[in-house]
């Protein structure tokens, strides 16, 4: 997975563009470093998906955030996981325009029109599921 470096509501962290998960997480310990003296109160997570290969996430909370990559800005759910790393989820990533060069896989381009890649999803609708199967 490509590493990103993003900033969420001001602050500058680095996530990895994880194309397999729906969701934007940060670690319970980057979120203490990064945003604790923000005091931002979380909300009971509403969510409780598993993790590639089935391994359980302990979700801690989420809260509602500013997201910017290269000019471009999203506004969604970040959650808080215990002993999690920080991951910016595939719809987060689209939003901002970013996608994989198929060509150098470690690279993260910003493509100027991306599109908003339905037609995909509705084609391969079991392959874009909110959870894992």
Not at 21 to 35: A, H
Not at 102 to 129: C, K, Q, S, Y
Request: net charge neutral.
């Amino acid at each position: 997975m490509p590493i990103c470096q993003v900033t969420i509501d001001s602050k500058e962290v680095t996530v990895l563009a994880d194309s397999g998960s729906p969701y934007t997480l940060v670690g319970d310990k980057n979120w203490e470093r990064i945003f604790e003296k923000l005091d931002i109160q979380l909300r009971k997570p509403d969510i409780n998906p598993g993790g590639y290969g089935g391994t359980k996430i302990d979700f801690i909370g989420y809260t509602v955030m500013r997201i910017n990559f290269k000019g471009r800005e999203t506004v969604g759910k970040v959650y808080v996981a215990k002993r999690g790393k920080n991951l910016l989820g595939w719809r987060h990533q689209k939003d901002l325009g970013i996608i994989l060069n198929p060509n150098a896989i470690d690279h993260v381009m910003l493509v100027g029109n991306v599109g908003d890649g339905e037609d995909v999803i509705r084609e391969f609708p079991d392959v874009f599921m909110d959870r894992l199967v």
